[in-house]
Each structure stands twice: as structure tokens, then as C-alpha cells.
């Protein structure tokens, strides 16, 4: 029997995933999550065999989460299930410890072989994203956004999104300060001056924003 925790953020979707899951009579889901606190909660009672979560959580981005679970527990196998279709979003949850990456517009049968393939301790990435992140690696003109850490990716996102550093730190359980310096870390790093060059080279580079950060 592989037990599973199931993170997302959505009640009607977490149902359709259960359902579609628990056809297997080797699969079950022992705890559900809506949000981060709840499933490193979840996952601290029941020590899943796999977690499979979305990124796109209320309080904490899935990245983020993926390295505070692997934080707690070195071992643990994780697949991340997510709309992002972008493989700067794959290489970024696998780098934090992510044993695999399937996307939402994949077939049933797609993820429910990729949670058999994570149980078993194997990488796999769905075929609709496969080619595009390999492409990604090979390519001459490397995403400078490659160069983040799980950290900074969270909180370049969250700035893109116009979060002060006060919402951030309350969102990823930093301090203001922390963030404040994660952000200059982040400008540093990718080589902008200004926050409006960060989020123009953010968003040549795969990650959309609405708002500009704050100054």
C-alpha cells in the first residue's frame, strides 16, 4: 500500500484527484492539505510514502513548501502536480528536492505512473514538459533565473506579485528584514539595479507579473 498526502489548495479538485487515485487498490490517500501549515502539519502525523502537491498554495508557494518538507525529512518522495507548464517552475521544484513533475493538462494515466515512479525512489517528468526542460538545459543562452535558490525564487515571486517585505516574511515565516535582504540578494545575483529591470528580466524569462515590487 502506498499511502499519499494530497495538497491543493482546491476541495472540488483534491476530490476528483482522490477519486481517481484510490481506483488503484495499492493507493491511498491518508491526509488531505489546503494549504503549506497544513500539510507539513499532515505530513509530520502520517509520514505519507508520497506527497503530491500543487504549487500554487495560499500561504506559501509549493516550491518553498518542497524544501521545507525535505528539510524535515531528507527522504521524503515528492511529486509536484501543477498547471505551470513552464520548466523553470520544474527545475526549480526538482532542485529543491522534488523526485518529480507532471503537469495538470497530462492524462490520468500520466500521474498515477508518476506516483508509482516516486514511490519507487525514480525521477520523472511528464512528457508534455520533458522536451521543453531538457531544451532548457541545453540551451546556450541559460535562464539567468536558473541561478536561484528555492528561497529566492519564492520571494522573486511573491515581489512580482507587489508583496510587501512584511507580507512576504508573514507568507514564507521569515522576517521582514530576511526578505528585504533575500531581494537585494536577488537583484545582486541576476545583475538588476533597479526592481522595474528585475521584473522586466522576471518576466522575458518565464515568470509573469501584474505589479512591480515596491522600492
Not at 146 to 153: C, H, W, Y
Amino acid at each position: 500500500m502506498i499511502r499519499l498526502l494530497l495538497v491543493d489548495d482546491h476541495a472540488v479538485v483534491r476530490e476528483g484527484y482522490r477519486r481517481l487515485l484510490e481506483r488503484r487498490p495499492d493507493l491511498r490517500i491518508e491526509a488531505e492539505a489546503a494549504t503549506a501549515s497544513e500539510a507539513l502539519a499532515a505530513f509530520r502525523q502520517v509520514l505519507p510514502d508520497v506527497v503530491v502537491l500543487d504549487l500554487g498554495l495560499p500561504d506559501m508557494g509549493g516550491v518553498e513548501l518542497v524544501r521545507r518538507l525535505m528539510q524535515r525529512d531528507p527522504r521524503a518522495r515528492i511529486l509536484v502536480f501543477s498547471m505551470h507548464r513552464d520548466p523553470l517552475f520544474a527545475s526549480q521544484a526538482m532542485r529543491a528536492g522534488a523526485l518529480g513533475y507532471v503537469t495538470k493538462s497530462c492524462a490520468p494515466d500520466v500521474l498515477i505512473d508518476a506516483v508509482y515512479q516516486v514511490a519507487a525512489r525514480r525521477r520523472v517528468l511528464s512528457p508534455d514538459i520533458a522536451p521543453d526542460l531538457a531544451m532548457a538545459l541545453l540551451n546556450d543562452a541559460d535562464n539567468p533565473l536558473d541561478a536561484l535558490s528555492p528561497r529566492e525564487f519564492e520571494v522573486l515571486r511573491l515581489l512580482l506579485e507587489g508583496r510587501t517585505p512584511e507580507e512576504i516574511g508573514q507568507t514564507l515565516h521569515i522576517s521582514p528584514k530576511t526578505a528585504q535582504n533575500t531581494h537585494y540578494q536577488i537583484k545582486a545575483k541576476l545583475g538588476t539595479r533597479t526592481d522595474i529591470e528585475l521584473v522586466r528580466l522576471a518576466m522575458k524569462w518565464g515568470m509573469g507579473g501584474d505589479t512591480a515590487p515596491e522600492p
